[in-house]
């Protein structure tokens, strides 16, 4: 079945660091993917996602490009800021399949 | 819009003890999920309703945990008899259906068995 597989954190950054966080997934067909994010207290949101090949989700100054080449969806963010700290889901289905998700990267940011 | 509510928040329970949770999806939407987060882990899918029609529970532990969603809106969730194991944060989500659609989650209902 579909699968994702995310970089290990927890991982600390200092404010305005270059931010990577690395996701390869495993899927039969044409699967979309998706970023989510969950903030301390708070439920799952969805932070972007990308339908295609070569597509480029983006939000709140984060990007992710679907590369299927690599079978790779890289979040990343040039400047991060002190609120960006959460955990972040990498996250995929194809057709009616339920979406797997990875294991998360916590992700602090310190000032 | 209001969101997905769950309730409750918290629950601790002893082993061997029942549970519930409860599940309000958003208004129209047809597809209800539940699934447990085990803590330093990413969500697993129990069991996905299609209005008021199982479509897969195929990783449900169908011999402690049981689900219905009658009339196809709210959903329930009951374990019994919970284990330690059942320690987790068990969330609900409804999207409106289809291929490749958004998934919007609840806060979870935070499960601790002792």
């Known amino acids: 079945g579909d699968s994702v597989t995310q970089m290990e954190g927890p991982v600390t950054l200092s404010e305005e660091a270059f931010l990577t966080i690395n996701c390869t997934y495993t899927?039969?067909?044409?699967?979309?993917l998706f970023w989510y994010v969950q903030y301390p207290g708070e439920g799952l949101q969805l932070l972007l996602k990308?339908?295609?090949?070569?597509d480029k989700g983006s939000n709140k100054g984060f990007e992710a490009t679907y590369r299927k080449e690599t079978t790779s969806f890289h979040l990343e963010k040039g400047s991060v800021q002190v609120s960006d700290s959460a955990v972040y889901f990498c996250?995929?289905?194809?057709?009616?399949?339920?979406?797997?998700f990875g294991k998360g990267t916590r992700l602090s940011v310190i000032a | 819009e209001a969101g997905v509510a769950q309730s409750p928040r918290y629950k601790i329970i002893e082993k061997r003890q029942s549970v519930a949770f409860w599940c309000n999806p958003i208004?129209?939407?047809?597809?209800l999920y539940w699934y447990q987060q085990i803590l330093g882990q990413g969500p697993k899918l129990l069991i996905q309703?299609?209005?008021?029609?199982?479509?897969?529970d195929s990783q449900l532990p169908k011999d402690r945990f049981s689900a219905e969603r009658l009339k196809g809106v709210d959903s329930t969730l009951k374990i019994q008899p919970a284990k330690l194991e059942d320690s987790a944060v068990y969330l609900c989500?409804?999207?409106?259906?289809?291929?490749?659609?958004?998934?919007?989650f609840g806060e979870g209902s935070r499960l601790t068995v002792l």
């Open positions: 899927a039969t067909g044409y699967p979309s």
């Open positions: 309703f299609q209005n008021n029609g199982v479509v897969d």
């Open positions: 208004s129209g939407h047809a597809t």
């Open positions: 989500a409804s999207s409106l259906g289809g291929a490749r659609v958004e998934l919007f």
């Open positions: 990308a339908t295609k090949a070569d």
């Open positions: 996250a995929t289905n194809s057709g009616n399949t339920p979406l797997v």
